[in-house]
Structures are given as structure tokens and as C-alpha cells.
């Protein structure tokens, strides 16, 4: 298949700052593809880059088969974009900001008032046409903008934490929206930091910290590649939970008050715990977190 | 250079923009552009026309009715391209949405040139028309201030681009008004001729804008021959261009990094 982005060896810098570091990376036409990494790892940088918004300090970057920094505007045409903080049109309602928008991309008006009714009754948000955006909640305006980028029927998605600050009923509506998309075909490109979202909805993902590559492969290969199956969340005092952990073949670690207990068998251990008052513990299936914070190590990132 | 030029079509939507925002608040907005020359041609004109009578070899009110036309389209156009451009670009990010659609930098900044330019000609058709009702316009030629006050628009529009690329807050503003607007609008020939000033203070105000403005404009207002065209002409083309090119560069360093 066909790959909509590939960067290369791509580097951005700020100042003396190096935020992105020789990336490389492909993403194949109708993909969900993901980009993950704490706070500060390059990923609007890179996506930033990708929209031609951003210079590249080095490499190559190919959206559409066409390098960016000469195509911009093409590569942008056929492209739609969800930033990551709001950017609507205060002084406009629901309708207006979609119908300006499509204007940028010189829709003629019986496409865009055709697209822009079909957009609105996709994200549930028919009955607010007229509404002005200060009157929106912001899981309406997060949807709001995901119609917006849609407003030229775009090839690539581009998204970035199109979740973040929205309650879980608004975020589910969205991953709802999102998988349609990817079922009808649409390339998706999205950064997060809710790996929940990330395996939910990417078929590939990469994980990025201090502008480099850390990891790459599908949400479940980067699971049984890292981790083992099953984990232990474990409250209680250490040195009690180690001596009776003690003997086992699993792994623990301790993040603030909990620990964690990683094994390819959880049953010993569930065994000997359970007969322990005192100590609470949950048990559940190894997941993207668990790889993240792996990789990504556990400092707290600003 | 190449970079720098406008894709006219992607500049008229960001006009069209602007417009269906100011036709939302259209009232407020004529009122408060329109209400302080209105005052200043009935109060002046009318009180200090008394005064000076004819001595001017037109009488006063239609002399400070043309400056008055001349230095409201500076004002409008200042402060829209400081003002409302700046709340585009940064508070509002405006900007950064449509940077996300095939529209650059220099379509945008072509958009807000075109916009305030017809701002202040939407305030200056209203500012033309009750002069001509107060009797202050004596000749037909008078319908040709309108383009002129679009180029007037165009100039003081991209003068001020270049403040708004480089501001911090609203209130570096402050700065380009005390140090360049008001002193223009005082000593420009709004108000009286610029030959009554001093030798070295007329060659200063020579060198500025809005002196330019109102020596095209008072002719076709009043009827006397219109001279030395050519040199205000380019004088207000230069200041738009220079500025449109130099906010260009200096926008696109700050947004595209």
C-alpha cells in the first residue's frame, strides 16, 4: 500500500534546543496511525512540520508523495487538521464557522452548504446550526472542530488530542466518529497521551520521547513485546508485599504509592496475596500504558 | 520575494471574513468611527470657520472636512490593522485555523490590507456624504476621493502591520499612536496648511503619510487644481507596500516556527 506520510531523518530545533531528532517514520494510506509521547517529546512539532506550518531544520518530509515545503498549499488541500486547542470563530455560529472555512478551500456554495449539513448532522450537531460558539460545551466544540477539518473531505486526518479535557461521554462519541472515518477509507494521524485512545483506535503507533523513536508496531505487539501478560496493581506496605512476593518469577515496580507487579502468571501471586489482610491489589491485563511508562520512564514531564 | 506574494483568491476569503464579522456589528462600529469627525467638523468648522472666515481661499469647513477625510481613514485603518489583527493573531488564533487551510501567510495579511482599506472607506463614503450635506463639497471630482481613501487605507494598514507583527500586548500600540498618529493628525494640514509650520518641522511632515493624503484629497474636495499627484500617489503606495512586504517576513518568522 501506498504511503500517505514518510518522513525522514527529520529534525527540528529551537534555538540551541533539538526538539526533534532524526524521525523517521511511514504512514500507510488508511491507517490509524498514532503518535505518542509525554508532554514535550516533539509530537506537535512533528505534525506542526507535516502542515508545512514549521520549517524542517533537516531531512525529508513527503505528504502525498510531495515534498511539503514546496507543496504546502496542495498538501493542506487535501488534508484536515484538529489542533489541539480550540480555535474557532467566536464571532460566528455553529454553521458560519464551517461555511468560512470551507470558503479558504474555494468550495463552490452548493458543495460546502450540501457538506456542511452532512457535517453537522455527523457530529450530532444539527439542532445547534445557528448557536454561537460561546454557548457550545466543549465536547461540542471539540466536535465542531473535527467537522470543520472534514469540510474538504480530506484524505488525511490530522489530530491532534482530539480527546484531551473531555468527559467520557464525549470522548466515546468521538472515537466513535473517528473509527467511521477510518472505515470510509480516511487516513488518521493522532497524537495522545490516553493510551486507552491509542489502542482503542490505532492500527500502528509509534512511540516518541525527546524528538526520537523509541518504539514502533501495532498497540498488541508493543504489549507482548514489552511487557508481561498480566499485572498486579498492589497497595500496602513494600516491605510486606515483596517478602511475600518473594520467590516468584515476576517483576515489581514501584510508582508513588503503588506497586506493580508483572508476571506471565499472576496466579501464584494472587494466591499468596489473597490470604493477605491489609493489602489491596487489582488484577487485569497488561496494557499500552504499562509499555509507555516502560519506554518513556516514570519522571513527571512538564 | 516570490514567497511573499499573494494568492488574491485565498485574500478575498479572509476579506470576506472580516466583512461578515464587521456586518455582524455593523452599528456600533459606524457610530463610534463615524461620531468623532462628525464632531470635529461640526464643532470646528462651524466654531472655528467663524474665526477664520475666508482667508484660506476656500471656506474652513470644506478645508477641515477634507482633512478630516483624510485623517479618518488613517485612524481607521491604524487601528484596525493593530487592533483587531492582533486579536486575529493572537489571542483569538484566528490565524492558526486558517493556516490548517491552503491560505499563507502573505494571503492573509493581503486579506487584512484589502479589509481595512474598504473599512475605511465604508467610514469615509458615510464622512463624504454629510460633508456634502453641511455644504462643505464643491466639486463632482469629490467621488474620486473615494479610491483615494483606499489607497490612504492600504498605506496606514501596512504601516501598522509591521507594529502588530512585532507586539507583545495591545499595549505597544500605545507607542505607535503617541509617537506617530497623533502627531501626524495634529501637524499634517488637517487642521491648517502645513506652510505655517516651521521650515524643518514641514520637512518632517513631508516625510510622513498623511500630508500626502490630504493634498489629494482638498482638491477634489474643494475644486482647486490638484497638484503634484504623482509624488502623493507613490508616496502612499511605497508606505503600503514596504509595510505589507516587511510585515510578510517579520509575521512569517513569528507564526511559522
Known amino acids: 500500500m501506498q504511503n500517505v506520510v514518510e518522513m525522514n531523518a527529520l529534525v527540528k530545533k529551537f534555538d540551541e534546543r533539538t526538539v526533534v531528532q532524526g524521525l523517521s517514520l511511514a504512514i500507510p494510506a488508511g491507517a490509524c496511525f498514532g503518535l505518542l509521547g509525554p508532554n514535550g517529546a516533539g509530537k506537535t512539532t512533528t505534525l506542526r512540520m507535516l502542515l508545512g506550518q514549521s520549517p524542517l531544520d533537516g531531512g525529508s518530509l513527503h505528504v502525498f508523495g510531495l515534498p511539503i515545503h514546496e507543496h504546502a498549499r496542495t498538501v493542506r488541500r487535501r488534508t484536515g487538521v484538529v489542533p489541539q486547542m480550540d480555535n474557532l470563530d467566536p464571532d460566528f455560529t455553529v454553521a458560519e464557522n464551517l461555511r468560512v472555512y470551507g470558503r479558504y478551500f474555494d468550495l463552490p456554495t452548493v458543495v460546502l452548504e450540501k457538506r456542511l449539513r452532512e457535517l453537522l448532522e455527523f457530529v ?32 488525511l486526518i490530522v489530530l491532534d488530542e482530539p480527546t484531551t479535557g473531555l468527559d467520557p461521554q464525549a470522548r466515546h462519541m468521538i ?46 505487539a508493543l504489549i507482548r513485546r514489552h511487557v508481561e501478560p498480566e499485572v498486579l496493581e498492589l497497595r500496602g506496605q513494600e516491605e510486606n508485599i515483596r517478602a511475600m512476593l518473594a520467590g516468584l518469577d515476576g517483576r515489581l515496580e514501584n510508582v508513588g504509592d503503588t506497586l506493580y507487579y508483572y508476571a506471565r502468571d499472576a496466579r501464584p501471586a494472587t494466591a499468596r496475596l489473597e490470604k493477605q489482610l491489609g493489602t489491596s491489589f487489582m488484577h487485569r491485563p497488561a496494557n499500552l500504558e504499562d509499555v509507555f511508562l516502560k519506554l518513556t520512564g516514570r519522571d513527571l514531564r512538564d | 520575494m516570490h514567497a511573499t506574494l499573494p494568492r488574491w483568491r485565498s485574500a478575498l476569503q479572509v476579506w470576506r471574513r472580516n466583512s461578515l464579522v464587521w456586518r455582524r456589528l455593523m452599528g456600533p462600529s459606524l457610530f ?39 485623517s479618518a481613514a488613517m485612524n481607521i485603518a491604524s487601528f484596525e490593522a493593530m487592533y483587531s ?24 495579511l493581503a486579506g487584512e490590507l484589502l479589509w481595512c482599506a474598504t473599512k475605511s472607506v465604508i467610514n469615509g463614503t458615510a464622512i463624504l456624504i454629510v460633508a456634502s450635506l453641511l455644504g462643505a463639497v464643491h466639486d463632482w471630482r469629490a467621488v474620486f476621493v473615494i479610491p483615494v481613501i483606499f489607497l490612504i487605507g492600504l498605506c496606514f494598514a501596512g504601516t501598522a502591520l509591521v507594529m502588530t507583527a512585532k507586539a507583545q ?37 513631508q516625510i510622513l503619510p498623511l500630508a500626502h493624503a490630504v493634498d489629494l484629497l482638498r482638491p477634489l474636495v474643494s475644486g482647486r487644481p490638484l497638484s503634484n499627484a504623482g509624488l502623493h500617489l507613490a508616496v502612499l503606495v511605497t508606505y503600503a507596500t514596504v509595510g505589507y512586504f516587511i510585515a510578510a517576513h517579520l509575521i512569517r518568522k513569528r507564526l511559522l516556527v
Not at chain 1, 190 to 218: P, S, Y
Not at chain 2, 42 to 66: E, H, W
Not at chain 2, 170 to 196: E, K, R
Open chain 1, 175 to 220: 472515537w466513535a466518529r473517528l473509527r467511521e472515518l477510518r472505515t470510509a477509507g480516511k487516513t488518521l494521524l493522532l497524537t495522545t497521551h490516553f493510551m486507552e485512545e491509542a489502542e482503542r483506535l490505532c492500527d500502528e503507533l509509534v512511540i516518541i520521547d525527546e524528538g526520537k523513536l523509541l518504539e514502533q508496531g501495532t498497540p498488541a
Open chain 1, 124 to 155: 450530532g450537531l444539527s439542532d445547534r446550526a445557528d448557536s454561537r460558539i460561546g454557548t457550545l460545551s466543549g465536547g461540542m466544540k471539540r466536535r465542531l472542530t473535527i467537522a470543520r477539518a472534514l469540510i474538504n473531505d480530506p484524505e
Open chain 2, 32 to 70: 463610534i468611527n463615524f461620531g468623532e469627525p462628525f464632531l470635529y467638523m461640526l464643532g470646528l468648522g462651524y466654531g472655528l470657520g467663524f474665526f477664520i472666515g475666508n482667508s484660506m481661499d476656500m471656506p474652513y469647513l470644506t478645508f477641515l472636512a477634507s482633512g478630516i477625510l483624510a
Open chain 2, 169 to 205: 500586548g495591545y499595549d505597544f500600540f500605545n507607542y505607535y499612536v503617541t509617537l506617530l498618529i497623533t502627531p501626524m493628525f495634529v501637524l499634517s494640514g488637517v487642521f491648517y496648511p502645513v506652510s505655517s509650520l516651521p521650515h524643518w518641522l514641514q520637512t518632517v511632515v
Open chain 2, 85 to 108: 489583527v492582533y486579536t486575529r493573531m493572537v489571542p483569538q488564533r484566528t490565524y492558526d485555523a486558517i493556516l490548517a487551510a491552503p491560505i499563507e501567510i502573505q494571503d492573509i
